[in-house]
């Protein structure tokens, strides 16, 4: 029978069956943890006396709380200090994998896992963690769960699930210059709503997703959550097959021929039936901002700041007030004429080797602008260590900015790294709920190419505000840089 | 697990709709590493106006929820539900929730009855029309009542049935040990194991330092 990518993976990890509307029982291949969502889980085995069934499908990273500076000092959060010790601790009694702070694989969960080669096509991934939709992009099922579920996973490797609805989402044609996967996955959103793809697994597909590299796959896949849905998938290809091939864990000799011969068959049949079906044109993408309170609400950067009282819908039109308010934004204002006092580079939605390097490019030779302060913060210390390697870390001091050490950060503001009240940032990260970055704190959510130029003229900007003869940069290598793939960086 | 069948409590209308889980419970609030103890964290940001529903003395004691549609939406974080269950909740209406929110309530005993928007307006209508009135949810007749006004809810079948029985998911699953067990034997040899763990060779990872910022003060 027809099927669709992601119920060829659903079907394959089937221990059992449901019955009389019970769910399905699925095998999970890989399991992340992190400090945040986990030690309620491992106390809870403690009090049951269970042990992790499956430590070897098990790996745990610090990430959420971790600062970003003085990590080899204690570290001052006496709150974050007990959850990341906690979290040690838990590791070592129950035999999991753990990349602490310091160590060279240590980083957010979400690049972890594919930089390490754990994160493969055809693999059921869970973490607790909503964007573990990210790994979605290599053709896993990958999906966020809460910690009671974190639980069951370590207790049984299995999870009961009902089954997901399906959706597709074609993006044909080419993305004009300037736009990039951050603008896809933001016009998807604003177009579908936070709530449209709930029930779903979203599949991205269409000639623009083909185009993108891996990591502006993982981007689009990562915000997948952001519309409700459980899950979005990409499904595999040599672009796929290509990042994998070398990397610490991927398979090897005939285990790889085996693996490629097995996921080239990771695609939606030709007559397979979705639930719903999106088409976007890629053509008719720009760089997009967010204005308001959720991701659903952005609109192209060459807009204007929605005006309430046009809105129609009761509830959409409260909800733009409140936004608006929190917001401090006059509605009908230019969104080019906002300015913001912090630009994030950063997260597990933009904080990849790609992503530097393209602000890099855009920023190198220049000064930020002298009335707000840029942080730049790599998803992982391998990326750091890369971008080093590359010379990228000189780029960003130059210009004027901070170079951090990798974690979460910013992006939600649980380590120091925050918003004061009524401050306001251009972040690549995922979330513009109020206070996410900070009690009080001010999100737009901009694409890396629209934080460095925006970091660059004050107020929000694209590559092309900076002037006709700007070249837009994209995510290869720096002309001349000394190495190029994580996998030789060491 | 405590079985739930039926409650009735004070009703609390939350007149707002996309209230995500940064919102019931912000980042700063999940440091802790214990199950409870989180309800002075509910709705953190918004406890500070009086005007907030739930620093009316009408609805302070409130132990069912009325919200509008996509409530749970964003961040996977089960505090979320503790916030609200050590604050005294045992249901939600909504018109939408959030999948993971969702199915992180029915793990933890606290009901997300999914309702009809006009139904919400309904309710809505009566609780502030008189502050203070019960709703009763009664999970065998999948009803909600306040007042006169009575609406339907849905909740999925299995859920209900695991919330009536009080039962323990890990214990079910666990019955079937042997499947686990059969499936794990059929698994591909290309599929990953962390373990032993694969690296690329070790590096010395050097801490970054603040720097000065416009000149003079050093960021905290």
Known sequence: MAGTLAEKVWDAHIVRRGTDGAPDLLYIDLHLVHEVTSPQAFEGLRLAGRPVRRPDLTIATEDHNTPTLDIDRPIADLTSRTQIQTLRNNAAEFGVRLHSLGDADQGIVHQVGPQLGLTMPGLTVVCGDSHTSTHGAFGALAFGIGTSEVEHVLATQTLPLAPFKTMAITVDGELPKGATSKDIILAIIAKIGTGGGQGYVLEYRGEAIRALSMEARMTICNMSIEAGARAGMIAPDETTFEYLKGRPHAPEGADWDAAVEYWSTLRSDDDAVFDTEVVLRASDLEPFVTWGTNPGQGLPLSSNVPVPSEIADENERVAAERALEYMGLEPGMPLRDIAVDTVFIGSCTNGRIEDLRSVAKLVKGRKKADSLRVLVVPSSARVRLQAEAEGLDQIFLDFGAEWRNAGCSMCLGMNPDQLAPGERSASTSNRNFEGRQGKGGRTHLVSPLVAGATAIRGTLSSVADLGPDVEVPDGSPLEGAPVADARQSA | ?220
């Open chain 2, 1 to 220: 697990m405590e079985k739930f069948s039926q409650h009735t409590g004070v009703g609390v209308p939350l007149r707002r709709s996309n209230v995500d889980t940064d919102q019931i419970i912000p980042a700063v609030y999940l440091k802790r590493v214990t199950r409870t103890g989180f309800e002075d964290a509910l709705f953190a940001a918004w406890r500070g106006d009086p005007e907030f529903v739930l620093n009316q003395d009408a609805y302070r004691s409130g132990s069912v929820l009325v919200a509008g549609p996509d409530f749970g939406t964003g961040s996977s974080r089960e505090h979320a539900v503790w916030a609200l269950k050590d604050y005294g909740f045992r249901a939600v209406l909504s018109t939408r929730f959030a999948d993971i929110f969702r199915g992180n309530s029915g793990k933890q005993g606290l009901l997300a009855a999914q309702v009809a928007q006009e139904d919400i307006e309904l309710l809505w209508k009566v609780l502030e029309a008189r502050p203070g009135t019960e709703v009763t949810v009664d999970l065998v007749a999948k009803q909600a009542r306040a007042d006169d006004v009575v609406v339907p809810f849905e909740v999925d079948d299995y859920t209900r049935w695991r919330l009536m029985e009080g039962l323990d998911d890990i214990g079910l699953t666990l019955k079937h040990e042997g499947e686990i067990t059969e499936f794990e034997a059929t698994r591909a040899s290309w599929r990953p194991l962390t373990l032993p763990a694969k690296h690329l060779p070790p590096v010395e990872v050097v801490a970054a330092r603040p720097v000065l910022r416009h000149g003079d003060d050093a960021l905290a």
